[in-house]
């Protein structure tokens, strides 16, 4: 079956643009998690949300990030006026429910460039 | 609050030789522990995991962890390595006081030489 996909899969921005990343989890998996890889800072939580229960936004590192899921499926992660240091690739994973004891299925991940 | 450290940032393996990755945690119970593998341009792949039970756990591809509390590790192994195992090894906690999100360690590279 369809893994988790994202797009796009690289994405160059200019400092200070805005730019939304894709993710479409596998069907019927009501968790999604977002992720950033980046150099010295190694894989970091963002945001994970489960059903329709209010998401944790803990990992958020600022304002300018935010996230949303629509319809229980899709989500788009979005980030104001990038700054250089968002240079990262973005993973997005799904599980069937929300809980480190539930694998997460990790999608090919957005490299993100801001210029 | 949890934190996993990774040793070795690079590792150069031979070919058919064994391999170990070390992975340290910290976290005041029994944490829940992971192993993914990153091949290149690809996402995180679940190797194997760790909740309870026998301390010796077997994963996909011959690799296989063992948790040791006393020192807590939860290392990951493969007795041979075959080329397509180059790629980056992530050791990963999940626990229940951080609600339901991974910590991960910063990642071996492997190289595998022929």
């Known amino acids: 079956g369809a893994g988790v996909s994202q797009s796009p899969s690289n994405k160059v921005t200019e400092k200070g643009k805005d730019v939304e990343l894709r993710c479409d989890p596998i069907?019927?998996?009501?968790?999604l998690y977002w992720y950033r890889q980046s150099l010295g800072q190694g894989l970091e939580f963002l945001i994970y949300?489960?059903?329709?229960?209010?998401?944790?936004k803990s990992g958020l590192p600022s304002d300018r990030f935010s996230a949303e899921r629509t319809g229980g499926s899709v989500s788009t992660l979005t980030i104001q006026r990038t700054q250089q240091e968002d240079s990262a690739v973005y993973l997005c994973?799904?599980?069937?429910?929300?809980?480190?004891?539930?694998?997460?299925?990790f999608g090919p991940g957005t490299r993100l460039t801001v210029t | 609050a949890q934190s996993v450290t990774q040793p070795d940032i690079h590792i150069t393996v031979s070919e058919g030789a064994s391999l170990e990755l070390r992975c340290n945690y910290s976290?005041?119970?029994?944490?829940?522990l992971f192993w993914y593998v990153q091949s290149p341009g690809q996402g995180l792949q679940l190797l194997l995991k760790?909740?309870?039970?026998?301390?010796l756990v077997q994963g996909i591809k011959g690799f296989e962890a063992e948790f040791k509390r006393s020192q807590s590790s939860f290392n990951l192994r493969k007795p041979s390595v075959h080329w397509s195992d180059a790629a980056e090894y992530f050791c990963?906690?999940?626990?229940?006081?951080?609600?339901?999100?991974?910590?991960f360690g910063g990642g071996t590279r492997v190289l595998v030489k022929p």
């Open positions: 994973a799904s599980s069937q429910v929300a809980g480190y004891r539930y694998e997460q299925y």
């Open positions: 069907s019927g998996h009501t968790a």
């Open positions: 949300f489960q059903g329709n229960s209010a998401p944790d």
């Open positions: 976290y005041g119970a029994t944490p829940y």
């Open positions: 760790y909740f309870s039970g026998d301390t």
């Open positions: 990963a906690v999940g626990a229940e006081a951080a609600g339901n999100k991974l910590t």
